[in-house]
Every structure is written in C-alpha cells, then in structure tokens.
C-alpha cells in the first residue's frame, strides 16, 4: 500500500487541482452534498455526493485526516445490489490491480478526488480519479492515479439499510502528521435497474416539509468529528381518482 502511494504521489505531482463541491451545505469542517435524481417516493433513483474537509480556521490548509464517515440516508431508501453486476475482487486483487480488479459493468461511476500530503506545492494538492464499484452489500470505492488504474487506496463503504458507513485507510504523507489527508470527492451514479430491480430505491413517503435529509459525520484522526445535513426536495404521491 505504502509503494502505490509513493508511486501515485509521483505521478500526479504538479497537475493536481482541488475541487470545490458546488452547492454544499457547510459544516465546521466539511462540505457535504447528496441529492437523490428522483423526487418522486418508491422510484428507481441515482445520486450525486460530494464533499470537500478542511482545517478550522484555515479552509486552504492540510485537514486532518479522515478516520471514517457514516452517512445516513433519507430513512426508507433501499439499496439492492443484486440490480448490477458485482465487483468481488480480494483486497489483495484491489492492492495489485486497481480499478482493473473490478468487472467493467460493476462500475457506477468514476469522480474527481482530491488529496493533501502536506509537502505543499507542486506536490500538494494530490489530484486522483475515484472509481465507484458496485459490491456485494457494499459500494466500493478504488482511488486511481488521475486517468490510470494503479491505486494507492480503496474503501469498502458498507451498506445497512439506508446507512452507507466508509472505513478510510491510513497512507502515509508529510507534515504535521506524517499523513495523507483526502480533501475532497465527487461522483454521481446514475439510475441502475434490471430485472425489475433498482440499486437504489427512493423512500416509499414524502415528508410533510417535502425534503429527504441525509445526515453525514466525518470522523478524524485528531479526534474531531463534524456532522453535515443535506437535503433532496421531493413530491407527494397523487391520488389518483
């Protein structure tokens, strides 16, 4: 894992450029967006997330770095992983192959990313390509050099219900921590359906203020966390007489 990195920081070296989600609501430390594609309840739906962490106080500077992420989404969304083919590869077949490891038809989507080493320019900020694989109860998500498949890290976001909670990995990097910090993503995934079955499903209500909440907490490796609401507005059924 450490030898991708070095390679990865190599290689993207001097052509990183951060992205800045569009739309975000602000927390004390981190921008979070998620919007459903569908407004409509109990219909097949994509989603756009996004986020982008920082230090408080110094929005320009290295955050720490992430320790893990749960995200809570609009209660009674439902995924179903068997509406698309599954990437089953091993963390070992990940390690070696990158966004290669995985089938072709598993991916969902493919995303800017970005991330801080703390060396500062030209190295900083890291700019890498985030491969969203559809799992076996689980998202996966493969961090490439930008337009390759060699990868210095992946995450297995596991899903139960409507919670996605992603276990981000330790890399090593360079001041004050000796850490890599991830900065920012950004992917959508469009509407997956077969057989009758979506990957993912809207809830079967609207609330009554007409908005879907997704709630996310990112955790850090100096102890910080911050929690960011997002929300999807959304219709009420019509009755049909």
Do not use: Y
Not at 28 to 45: C, V
Request: one cysteine or more; a positive charge; proline letters at 10%.
């Amino acid at each position: 894992m450490r030898r991708h990195l070095v390679v990865s920081i190599a290689a993207v070296a001097g052509i990183a450029a951060a992205a800045t989600p569009a739309s975000a609501e602000s927390g004390r430390l981190a921008d979070f967006t998620m919007r459903l594609s569908s407004k409509q309840p109990g219909t097949p739906t994509g989603f756009h997330t996004q986020f982008r962490l920082r230090k408080e106080g110094d929005p320009d500077a290295k955050p720490s770095a992430l320790r893990g992420a749960v995200i809570h989404l609009p209660s009674g969304l439902r995924f179903d992983n068997a509406a698309a083919p599954q990437c089953t590869a091993s963390d070992a077949e990940l390690s070696v192959l990158g966004s290669d490891a995985c089938p072709p038809g598993s991916q969902l989507a493919v995303g800017p990313f970005t991330a801080m080493t703390g060396f500062g320019p030209p190295i900083d900020p890291l700019m890498g390509d985030d491969h969203v694989f559809n799992g076996p109860g689980q998202i996966i998500e493969v961090i490439t050099v930008h337009g390759g498949s060699a990868s210095p890290a992946f995450d297995r976001l596991t899903i139960k219900g409507s919670t996605l909670t992603a276990h981000p990995p330790a890399a090593p990097g360079g001041p004050p921590d000796g850490q890599t910090a991830v900065r920012s993503s950004d992917f959508a995934v469009p509407v997956r359906t077969a057989a009758g079955r979506s990957l993912v499903t809207t809830p079967p209500k609207c609330p009554k203020k007409r908005r879907w909440i997704t709630t996310a907490t990112f955790r850090f490796a100096n102890g910080d966390a911050d929690t960011v609401l997002s929300a999807t507005p959304c219709r009420h059924r019509r009755i049909r007489r």
